[in-house]
């Protein structure tokens, strides 16, 4: 059975940091493309980065770039998303993804919440 | 990156059909077979019901299907059930932007 299960969410204040992971278990993480998602309280989806099997290729949306690091560890199972110089704005529930699609996601985790607030 | 376009409320009866749109430009929706669409009731993780405009994953109902026609995507239910009543978000392939793909806004759909 597939699972992804996200951790590492929680209250931190503006300009802070924050790292997530995403451990995977019921597939071979190093054969997929992997996602990091996240949802605003009440508002809709955003698609934040994705990675390459390898780690070779990341790419971000735009609101991140810079701050916002994805990474994996295909030995521990396990994804990653850094989060430096944090805003209010970036307080959502993170969910990592399976990247078994073009340009689409087959599995997802169950969330992590980051607030950013003081 | 510009969100797709997506109707914000639906709503039918159950046993009826109901179509949700997506619409986007040729750059997106248009230009690709690559639009999946995305099931989530509240508090949960979002769920893929349709890829690649018009494949189901295993274990989805055959009530729901996808379409495709010019800019704009749809997704039929056809014979709703309670259990239907979620959001419902489409996505698309853009090759535009370095992260290649852009959600829907999203359509919060009531089952009557």
């Known amino acids: 059975e597939v699972q992804l299960v996200e951790s590492g969410g929680g209250l931190v204040q503006p300009g802070g940091s924050l790292r997530l992971s995403c451990e995977v278990s019921?597939?071979?993480?190093?054969?997929?493309?992997m996602s990091w998602v996240r949802q605003a309280p009440g508002k809709g989806l955003e698609w934040v980065a994705n990675?390459?099997?390898?780690?070779?290729?990341?790419y971000y949306v735009d609101s991140v770039k810079g701050r916002f690091t994805i990474s994996r560890d295909n030995g521990k199972n396990s994804l990653y998303l850094q989060m430096n110089s944090l805003r209010a704005e970036d307080t959502a529930v993170y969910y990592c993804?399976?990247?078994?699609?073009?340009?689409?996601?087959?599995?997802w985790g169950q969330g992590t919440l980051v607030t950013v607030s003081s | 990156q510009s969100a797709l376009t997506q109707p914000a409320s639906m709503s039918g009866s159950p046993g009826q059909s109901i179509t949700i749109s997506c619409t986007g430009t040729?750059?997106?929706?248009?230009?690709?077979?690559?639009v999946s669409w995305y099931q989530q009731h509240p508090g949960k993780a979002p769920k893929l019901m349709i890829y690649?405009?018009?494949n189901r994953p295993s274990g989805v109902p055959d009530r729901f299907s996808g379409s495709k026609s010019g800019n704009t995507a749809s997704l039929t239910i056809s014979g709703l059930h309670a259990e239907d009543e979620a959001d419902y978000y489409c996505?698309?392939?853009?090759?535009?932007?370095?992260?290649?793909?852009?959600f829907g806004g999203g359509t919060k759909l009531t089952v009557l």
């Open positions: 993804a399976r990247d078994a699609l073009v340009a689409g996601s087959d599995y």
């Open positions: 019921g597939f071979t993480l190093s054969s997929y493309w």
């Open positions: 990675i390459k099997q390898d780690g070779s290729e990341r």
């Open positions: 040729s750059s997106d929706v248009g230009g690709y077979n690559y």
């Open positions: 690649e405009v018009s």
């Open positions: 996505s698309s392939y853009t090759p535009n932007t370095a992260l290649d793909r852009v």
